[in-house]
């Protein structure tokens, strides 16, 4: 937790763009594994988290913009709860961490909801994403539970995002911190990477050490031999000889921020020639996308010239034909990498998405395309001057998007299917960093972590 002015600036900066009316923030109550005591590592709303700072169920946060102040609703702990998880804090305690002077019983906030209400102030809330916190804004509202959606404030979400999208010094600090762990997680896997291991060892290993040194991964690892599946958390297959290892991970901090990093391995320690050649690919367009990233380009421009340089990459080894820039324009690059280049990393691996993903990655300027492997592209509008976005392009040989490309004659002016065919078995590549948008272009956040060929190859052969 920062100290209570940044959460008091924060609120005071949702303040200068919305002048009417209440904010309502829930927290995220503990979700049961199996029965109501035993449950999921806790994870408090990433919003609560930005303007409240307090990592607890249980509470709702509240800032009113006509009266200029702050409320945290909720009850102190029982004698019950202190028996079983010790001495705690009062809400008073916890609402005066983050500068809220106004405290309030759990009881008395439908009461205070419904006297806004009744005096014409508009309620603003997000879409919530968590089927309890939907049940309990509809009694805290009156709203019926199906019309929620329709009453979610979209001048409160875009407000917020104008908001979070530019990082802090302190967030930035944070960001730094954990993607050092995260730097940590892969070399791990690196040096473990063994003929014969499970997957799932790796995975362990992995996970380890994200829960030693932060607060457990971001998101579930993906770490599997069959890369050419995007979001892979199978983790069940033993290491085998001449296969290639694709791990995407990272870990998230105590104040829960989040790295997320990709790198592809050779198990064996040595990259095949084909192998390498692809990998080149796709390092290539990782590296030209980070070197050009600067603030006032749209996203979106460096996602085509990173599809760009795959197309041509793939057209000098024959796998693909004609003019790869017009491959590339018109999506023909999709069969191979069939994602976006990035998107917006911060409190959430995958930033503000609960607000919705338009809302986030693209603006009035900015519009989605309807194109088959750029329309999945998360962020495209222009960067800023305190982004943090991934880089992570990436090349894949799905068989089942093959034959269907193949038997529906797509894009046979571009791609040489009989070429793709001698790659059926190869598995998927990606590479993936982190960057912060800066005053004159970007950085990589974190320690290096190796990457190129050489530096992979050298820092597995020293461990096996």
Known sequence: MFTKDIYIERRNKLRQQIKHGIAVFLTNNEAP??????????????????????????????????????????DDFTIDDIIWMGNQPTIGDLAARCGVANVQGMDKLTTYISQVQKSGRKVHFLPPYRADNKIFLSLITGIAIENIPAQVSTELIKAIV???????????????????????MHTAVMKD???????????????????????????????????????NHNHEQILTDGRLLLTDMGAESVSGYSSDYTRTIPVNGKFSQKQKEIYEIVLKANMESIRTAQAGIPYWNIHLNATTIISEGLTQLGLMKGDYKAAAQEGAHALFMPHGLGHMLGLDVHDMEDL???????????????????????????????FIVTVEPGIYFIPQLIDIWEREQKFTQYINYSKVREYLNFGGIRIEDDILITDNGCRVLGQPLAKSVAEIETLMQENH
């Open 356 to 386: 919705g993903e338009n809302f986030v990655g693209y603006d009035e300027q900015t519009q989605r395309s309807n194109i088959f492997g750029h329309a999945s592209l998360r962020c495209g509008r222009k960067l800023q001057k305190g």
């Open 33 to 74: 594994m199996n029965y109501p005591s035993n449950t999921y590592r806790y994870r408090q709303d990433s919003n609560f988290i930005y303007f409240f700072g307090l990592q607890m169920p249980g509470m709702v946060g509240v800032i009113d913009f006509d009266e200029d102040k702050d409320f945290i609703f909720g």
């Open 193 to 231: 990477c063994r003929i014969g291991k499970t997957e799932r060892e790796l995975a362990g290993i992995a996970e380890g050490i994200s829960l030693s040194y932060g607060n457990g991964y971001s998101f579930p690892v993906i770490l599997s031999q069959d890369g050419q599946t995007l979001h």
């Open 162 to 184: 104008a908001l979070r999208a530019i990082k802090g010094e302190e967030e930035i600090k944070e960001m730094d911190k954990i993607c050092d762990i995260g730097v940590m």
